[in-house]
Each structure stands twice: as C-alpha cells, then as structure tokens.
C-alpha cells in the first residue's frame, strides 16, 4: 500500500462546476500538505501548501487537511477548461522532507 | 524570475549506454531534488541535496543512479548502464531554506529519457 493514494480518474465536469478532489495518507508523522497541478508535458506546479490540520482558501481553490481521519481535500470553484490537468497530492514530515506524492487525479472540464 | 531549469528536456538512448541529465536550480535555492515520474509508479523520489550536509540518497533504485551538486548549484543525475525500466520523466526541484511557504519546492519541465 502506497503512503498517499489518490483516485486516478479520469474526473469529467462541466465548466462552472465544483470540482472535488481527495487523497488518504497513512503515514501520521506527515506534517505538511500540498496539493500540485500538473499540464500535459509539464512539471508539477503548487497550488496550495498547508500545515497540519485546518482549511486554506486562495481564490477558486480551498484545501482542507483531516488529520484525524488522514484526509485531504481540494475543491475547485467556477472550474474553467484551463483547469483541466492532472492534480497531485503530497505530504512529507518536517520542513524540507522529500514529498511523498499521491498518483495523481486527471480532471477535465468540459466547456 | 528564472525558474529551475533542466537539460536536456528529451533523451532519447539505446539500452547500456550511461545518460547524464543537468538541473539549474532556482538562484539562492539551497536544496535541491531528484523525482523520477513514471506511469506505472508515480512521481518518486530519488535524491536530496541541502547546503554541505551528506545528501539523502534514500530513493535511489540503484547503484547505477548517482547524482552529483557542484558548487552548491547546479546538479547531475547520472544512470549507467540504462535499461528500458529507467524510461521515465526525471524532475528537479529546488526550495529555499526557511519555514512556512519558503519550505516550497519548485519543479523544472524535466527530462524524459526513453531507453530503447
């Protein structure tokens, strides 16, 4: 079993919706959060990072982490077809730790 | 800014033979990764270089798989003796030392070796 799994979709939505993505980690020393998009052919870029349990909003994206539960969330607001890319969750322990990346959602939003 | 830089962005190479692939971190960046991305597992650590400390070289698959920093900059993935399992998209990422959102790593293009 993998340390952070993620559905790989392929997960299909109308432009203007909400997009939903989770991923479940294993491991409790992880301490801090990310969650990457990644374009076809293209390296993986941060869309949001947090530490520990809690919610973060940064415009259209919002993650939440469960700690209890060993959750992690992204939600995409008004999803626009330029959002359609491969969503990547990672975790690691203290600051400046490898990440241990989840395999990755494809999305696609459809115009 | 520059963002991290990696060479060259395709290699294409026969089995047996040894590839070297460069990063460019990001300027002032002190540490510096290895990922190798392939379908089969994910995007996977290989290699980490902080500052003068003795690099973490705890995902390496191999002892055909080293990697070098000079300088305290630039860095060289180097796979001897390829074989077609190494076939994979090779990441470089860098952060800047320091806590809360400086403790970001920041990913290059990569480099996707084919080994045929």
């Known amino acids: 079993q993998k340390e952070v799994e993620q559905d790989p979709g392929p997960l299909s939505v109308p432009e203007g919706a909400i997009v939903s993505l989770n991923c479940t980690y294993s491991?409790?020393?992880?301490?801090?959060f990310m969650w990457y998009r990644q374009y076809s052919r293209k390296g993986p870029e941060l869309l949001m990072y947090?530490?520990?349990?809690g919610n973060k909003e940064d415009g259209r994206f919002t993650a939440q982490v469960d700690k209890s539960s060993k959750y992690i969330s992204l939600f995409i607001r008004d999803s626009q077809p330029s959002d359609s890319a491969t969503y990547l969750c990672a975790s690691h322990r203290a600051a400046g730790n490898k990440l241990t990346f989840g395999g990755g959602t494809r999305v696609l939003v459809k115009p | 800014g520059a963002g991290v830089s990696q060479s060259p962005s395709n290699k294409v190479t026969e089995k047996g033979k040894d590839v070297e692939l460069r990063c460019d971190p990001i300027s002032g960046h002190t540490a510096l990764y290895w990922y190798r991305q392939s379908l089969g597992q994910g995007l996977e650590f290989l290699i980490y270089f902080q500052g003068n400390s003795a690099p973490d070289k705890s995902g390496l698959p191999s002892d055909r798989f080293s990697a070098e920093r000079t300088g305290g900059s630039v860095s060289t993935l180097t796979i001897q003796r390829t074989q077609q399992e190494d076939s994979a998209v090779y990441l470089c990422?860098?952060?800047?030392?320091?806590?809360?959102?400086?403790?970001?790593?920041?990913f290059g293009p990569g480099t996707r070796l084919t080994v045929l």
């Open positions: 947090t530490y520990s349990s």
């Open positions: 491991n409790s020393a992880f301490q801090y």
């Open positions: 990422a860098s952060r800047k030392r320091g806590g809360g959102n400086t403790d970001t790593q920041y």
